[in-house]
């Protein structure tokens, strides 16, 4: 039984939760800058984050991720290294979208770390044009890509959906990506896919850093709907997951939620404690021990699309399991 106090308590810190979800929009500003091929999105007048598409770059990321307060929650490295961030894998940059294995080219590992001679064996996702970019309570930005070989032959035509909004200590994205085979498209089921993002220093799960010595920055977590959190986390299905932790004197935390629309959903989570925060719906053999797998192949002219939801908040506490259950039944019913 709860006490008086106790009782009370929980009632204003339910309270203070609900009112912190439910703040007031703010503004959100879309602007494109067609010379340095990039969008920047501004939330009540501060950056937010940018969407880059620059020939230097594989594929086109949402880089970096900022919470309300400035502070990024995304690594720096390797396109602004801050002090500490680790240097591996130099091809998790910010937010992105892509797979291990379409028809047998590995487009999520390609990066400037590959040498020329192996280039043949990666992909490309080379942005196409920016259809259309709106401003208002919520932004918009809609793209197309194309998929490629390093010849620059096309597999599949990217037709990618972003809408941008927000309110003090929080930031929501929602992501709808059409692919479309322009030849024959079989992803091959395999573990690095398919929506990841590369979360910053402080919210790596501690001594999860691949360091010789304990590093004592990190102060991560993993939380999934089923309950599951830190390591357990990973190779589980769960319709959200968050990671959180400390940055600076608040509490930060990064939502992803999945669709029911999406293919196998609910997706398998590809959540390490060194910092890789990753859904992928199409690696089922790896996450299950070889029980079961996944290969998605799509004829010429046909096309799946994927949903995704990713939520970014700061303040004294993050969102609670009841509140992300919450957002995740109404994510579920957008079309």
Same mark, same amino acid.
């Given at each position: 039984?709860?006490?008086?106090?106790?009782?009370?308590?929980?009632? *204003?810190?339910?309270?203070?939760?609900? %009112?912190?979800?439910?703040?007031?929009? /703010?503004?959100?500003?879309?602007?494109?800058?067609? /010379?340095? $091929?990039?969008?920047?999105?501004?939330?009540?007048?501060?950056?937010?984050?940018?969407?880059?598409?620059?020939?230097?770059?594989?594929?086109?990321?949402?880089?970096?991720?900022?919470?309300?307060?400035?502070?990024?929650?995304?690594?720096?490295? !390797?396109?602004?290294?801050?002090?500490?961030?680790?240097?591996?894998?130099?091809?998790?940059?910010?937010?992105?979208?892509?797979?291990?294995?379409?028809? @047998?080219?590995?487009?999520?590992?390609?990066?400037?770390? +590959?040498?020329?001679?192996?280039?043949?064996?990666?992909?490309?996702?080379?942005?196409?044009?920016?259809? $259309? +970019?709106?401003?208002?309570?919520?932004?918009?930005?809609? &793209?197309?890509?194309?998929?490629?070989?390093?010849? #620059?032959?096309?597999?599949?035509?990217?037709?990618?959906?972003?809408?941008?909004?927000?309110?003090?200590?929080?930031?929501?994205?929602?992501?709808?990506?059409?692919?479309? *085979?322009?030849?024959?498209? +079989?992803?091959?089921?395999?573990?690095?896919?398919?929506?990841?993002?590369?979360?910053?220093?402080?919210? /790596?799960?501690?001594?999860?850093?691949?360091?010789?010595?304990? @590093?004592?920055?990190?102060?991560?977590?993993?939380?999934?709907?089923?309950? *599951?959190?830190?390591? #357990?986390?990973?190779?589980?299905?769960?319709?959200?997951?968050?990671?959180?932790? %400390?940055?600076?004197?608040?509490?930060?935390?990064?939502?992803?939620?999945?669709? !029911?629309?999406?293919?196998?959903?609910?997706?398998?989570?590809?959540?390490?404690? &060194?910092?890789?925060?990753?859904?992928?719906?199409?690696?089922?053999?790896?996450?299950?021990?070889? #029980?079961?797998?996944?290969?998605?192949?799509?004829? #010429?002219?046909?096309?799946?699309?994927? %949903?995704?939801?990713? +939520?970014?908040?700061?303040?004294?506490?993050?969102?609670?399991? &009841?509140?992300?259950?919450?957002?995740?039944?109404?994510?579920?019913? %957008?079309?």
């Amino acid at each position: 039984m709860l006490n008086n106090r106790t009782f009370l308590l929980l009632v *204003a810190l339910i309270t203070l939760c609900a %009112k912190s979800w439910s703040q007031p929009g /703010q503004a959100v500003k879309v602007v494109q800058s067609s /010379q340095h $091929k990039k969008v920047d999105i501004f939330i009540g007048g501060c950056l937010f984050t940018s969407f880059l598409y620059p020939d230097s770059l594989e594929k086109p990321v949402l880089y970096p991720l900022n919470a309300d307060n400035g502070t990024a929650v995304t690594r720096g490295f !390797p396109l602004n290294p801050q002090p500490g961030d680790p240097t591996d894998h130099p091809h998790h940059i910010g937010l992105w979208f892509n797979y291990e294995n379409l028809n @047998d080219l590995d487009f999520w590992n390609n990066s400037y770390a +590959i040498p020329q001679v192996r280039k043949h064996l990666y992909g490309w996702i080379r942005n196409t044009h920016v259809l $259309k +970019i709106s401003s208002g309570k919520t932004g918009l930005l809609i &793209y197309e890509s194309s998929w490629t070989n390093e010849q #620059k032959d096309i597999i599949l035509q990217e037709t990618t959906r972003f809408t941008f909004s927000g309110s003090v200590g929080r930031r929501i994205i929602n992501r709808t990506t059409t692919l479309k *085979a322009i030849q024959k498209a +079989i992803f091959t089921d395999v573990k690095d896919g398919l929506l990841g993002l590369r979360i910053a220093h402080q919210l /790596q799960m501690p001594d999860s850093t691949r360091k010789p010595v304990r @590093d004592s920055i990190p102060t991560g977590n993993y939380l999934s709907s089923t309950g *599951a959190t830190g390591n #357990k986390v990973w190779g589980t299905r769960a319709s959200w997951c968050k990671v959180f932790g %400390k940055m600076g004197a608040d509490s930060v935390s990064i939502a992803i939620i999945d669709h !029911p629309a999406n293919p196998n959903y609910p997706g398998f989570w590809h959540a390490r404690g &060194y910092g890789l925060f990753a859904i992928n719906p199409l690696g089922e053999k790896v996450f299950t021990n070889g #029980k079961s797998a996944k290969n998605l192949s799509l004829n #010429k002219g046909e096309s799946v699309t994927f %949903k995704y939801q990713i +939520i970014i908040n700061n303040g004294k506490q993050t969102p609670a399991a &009841y509140q992300l259950n919450r957002q995740a039944a109404q994510f579920a019913t %957008k079309p």
